[in-house]
């Protein structure tokens, strides 16, 4: 809890200006010391920003930053780190190939005349372990540790440099629940023991309710308010971000009458990029005009369910059928034939060409359809043309017309040109990965209702996420997936999200159920 | 017009003037007078018949090389190797074309130009090969090739392949006449192949703007992880995009020896390929530019020509204008895209293939 | 063909002198693409440094001269390489190709515009002289002999890999490659590396190019480089950067060209000169295959 006034951080009138976008309108924060503070807002609300300029990566367009009352004249991080403000990032800015010990130690590392001290380096991460209490071994290299791990890693490096304020970017984005907890204690434990002080950005509204003492709020750059965490809810809080009153209301739906699957999928194993076991003999079934959520974190062998389904990894055994052909080892163009579309995880490299204009983006998989092209050989770009601007009309794509380049558009009119592609090929079979990963909640409804819609068409779809919420909102069934199999399947209307949240995480025996 | 093109315009003209007056002081530093230099140049590109059919004829060899290089690069893969592929199609059509003496020019030619093209696209696909199967940076194998071509098509010149004919030191064994290709101005380098580039340079500009084929190449290009999974065959795109290439260099091989020289020489290029590779680069692989500029270049060229022989300033003061006008054009570009940059994704190194992880 | 003719000492000689020139620009590509912006502009690297060193050394009648010559070109070319890739963010891909034309064009432009000859250069008073070379006596019928370039070449292979393994610095230099933002978030610029990096490749390159035209041979000839340059960088590919790998690399491709010029006795010298190429393509070739099959089964298609 805080005990002073005087705040330990003030920053006073921060407008930061990127070209073609203000990050930052105006903002004046005080941060108080001992408390643990957070900042929360949606993905571009500018919270990343903001924090960045306090420990010096960007330098403000305008206004100041002062820390225990003295102001900062450069925006850098050696100075940030001289004033005793350490910042992990949400990319952790670890070098992979280094040991643990040498990127907590990089740039001051000691030395015996010229050359490395790598023993002393170990051991200074030795002492950090011991004062601290934050396990890591100092030779083990940071590509191989865990995501959780990694964290620690970079805890420490900020901690090393003598840091008395911790600023912690969407921390728990890459963590699972138990890890989450851990961090949780050791936040509060170093709060506590040494009296830090805690600024956690971060847009998961129950870990601000379950950490911060008070919290602001930023929308589009502005600071909108900041209160006492008692004072508020979850409900406030969203309300706060978004503007607006935001009710994520749960869809009418009519059950399919469908008998046949259009998908299924039976006894699957696919590898990972390092050839380990990623999907292990995972078996799943999702019939036209029904949605089949998979819930599951990060990592857990989704992406290359996803990847394997669409024709873009290699299948080891198993079998997969669509439409009652069977289609284990295909291409993605003869998938695709068949009447699929995919939105894929990863938006900007594998679904997008960013430097190809809007027109070529809502085309391609497309352009040998007798409506694009004579014989399947001479273009017809007048067409083109014409069905662009229907599209960005339907789809209200914003950004400069539709000769502009994809890169040059904003995050969110990036995704609905890749919606509006797969969302407008006729096809009736879908998967989608993460589909409001990155999106703002307008955009994110508005997407759940093409979802809702194609399902309404009769389309079978796969719907592959991490957000609960969502799954939720949009699933007729739900399934789990853990390590690369099918771990339980609900009925999201009966089943408490807690207890498929411990399915997510393998623990589901202790829900008590089968 | 759009935004981007308005800036790239710009951007084009500018580096152009800018490298102008760099040529300028350049030839004032080493003691000759810029606008005495300039002026031979125009007088040499354009003042007499000969001077202009030469321009023309230079405006045709850039075509087809700047086109073949923006060709590949559309199916994402750089060809550095024009001018080995270019040997090969010139070694392979002079030998079968001597093979082939006293037969009809009806049926020699096009057999003549069917084994360029061949020798051109076998040479090109190895490197396309190596990068599509193995991720190997096709800039070094495809310059490393060039060396490779050039000696071993000399080897053949002066040895297996050596005419017997007297007096001929070097070079395979003469064309018929029947096969030549006639000149159209007395006295220049315009042939009647000025033609068949016309017509081959606007069917690849077809192919690559116009059709479905071109359109997946070019997407396949910007990003064959995308183009692969919205369904295009990303390998055999970007392979075609290096037979074409390959091929059209053959051909200009063939069309050299048989235009302009008698037999295979193996001085008979005088790094043609780079010149148009320079060219696509600086228009930045778009066809119609390319063709456009070529105009503008080869003149440039052939006036340097004039320009070395009246007032000493060496030719090669075009391929620094040339190399000046894409570092300006390149530094103007990164700055944009820095500026406009969105995600922090790196950008892939081309050269790594793949090598650190 | 005798074996013994390939495998003999002054085939042992040749490869130490040839690999020299694709070491040193080796070792200075290698800084680059430790910081992440790999040049592969170093064949043009070579040929200027080539054309200053033997400018310098024929101007001022001293070797020394030409290294500075070549040394101060070498510093001119980094800083050019690396305010175009650095600040102007162009892409290194096409700078790099563009100024090996450039510098060819420049270079042969100078000797042609400037000093009135073409193809080589034959100095009519004076003379290119060359780096000293440490004669250590003989051994059977061959005249040992190596240029003192050869041991300095050495050295700094050497040297690099202390650098990069054993000191701070080389770290530094490794972070702003690979990780950039993480050398950034501690407070050092990875911009200063690169420039540093941009730096000490356009040294090495022109002190490969230096003596290129002041020792290995005794004047500057048009082209003279021969895209040793691009040798030098699937080198560094082949070595992944670790300077003892790339320096077993450019003594293979060493060998196999003195090895080519051995055996012009009985094959044709034309056909041994395509020999090294076509060995740097096989070696890039057994690269590959060998990461693939060591990544196991590819499971991404």
Redesign the interface.
Known sequence: MSQEVTPVVSMRHITMQFPGVLANDDVSLDIRKGEIFALVGENGAGKSTLMNILYGMYTPTDGEVLVRGERLFRFDPNEAIRHGIGMVHQHFMLVPSFTVAQNIVLNTEPRRGLFYDFRRANQIVEELVQEYGLAVRPTDTVRDISVGLQQRVEILKALYRGADILILDEPTAVLTPQETDELFDVIRSIVRIRQMTVIIITHKLNEVMAISDRVGVMRQGKLIGVCQTCDVNERILASMMVGKDVLMEPFIREKTKATEPALVVENLSVLDNRGLPAVRGLSLKVFPGEILGIAGIEGNGQSELAEAVTGMRHVQSGQIRILNRDVTGMDPAQIRALGVSHVPEDRIQTGLSGKSDIVDNLVVGREKEPQFSIRGFHLKKKRMKEYAEELSANFDIRGGGIHTPTQSLSGGNMQKVLVAREFSSGSRVMIISQPSRGVDVGAMDFIHRQIMEKRSEGCAILLISADLDELYRLSDRLCTIYEGSITGEFDPSVTEKREVGLYMTGRGEEAGHE | M???RKKYLLSLFSSILMALVIGAV?MAV???NPLEGYAVLITGAFGSERSIGNTLYKTAQLCITGIATAVASQGGI?N?GGEGQMYLGAIASCWLGAALNGTSPWLAIPLCLLAAILAGALYAWIPAI?KIK????E???T??????AI??C??LA??PLKTTEKGIVSGTASLDRAFRFSRLIKGSNLTQTVFMIAVVTLLVWYLMS????G??M??TG??S?????????AGMLGILGMLISGAMCGMLGMFECFGLQTRFKTDFSNEFY?DGM?VA?IMQYRPLGIILMSFFFGALKIGAVSMQSQT???S??I??I???I??FM??????L????R????RRA????????? | MNLGTIFSLSTLLNTVNTSTIVILAALGCLMTDQAGIMCIGIDGMIIIGAFAGAMGSWLCGSWVMGLVFALAAGLLSGLFYGVLVIRYHSDEFIIGVAFNLFAQALTTFLLRTLIGQSGSFHPTTGEVVKIPVLQLGRVGDTQVQISIMVLLAWFLVLAMWVFLYKTPQGFWLHASGEHPESLRSVGRSPEKQRYFASLGCGLLCTLAGAYLSMGYLSTFTENMSASKGYVAVACVIFGRSNPLIVFFATLLFGFIEAAGLRMQGFIDPTLTATFPYVGTILMMVFLALRQRTRRGHRAAK
């Open positions: 759009s935004d981007a350049i080493s003691g000759h750089f550095v190596l193995l991720n190997i940076s800039v070094i194998t310059i490393l090739m060039n060396s490779i000696y071993f000399t080897y002066n040895g116009r059709t479905t084929t359109f997946g070019k997407l910007e990003n992880r995308f183009a692969r999974y919205a369904g295009l065959n780079f320079l680069m000493g300033i060496s090669e003061l391929l620094i040339q190399s000046v894409i570092f390149a530094a103007q570009e990164g700055l895209a820095s500026l406009g969105h995600s922090s994704a190194n081309r050269m790594r293939g793949g090598v650190k992880s």
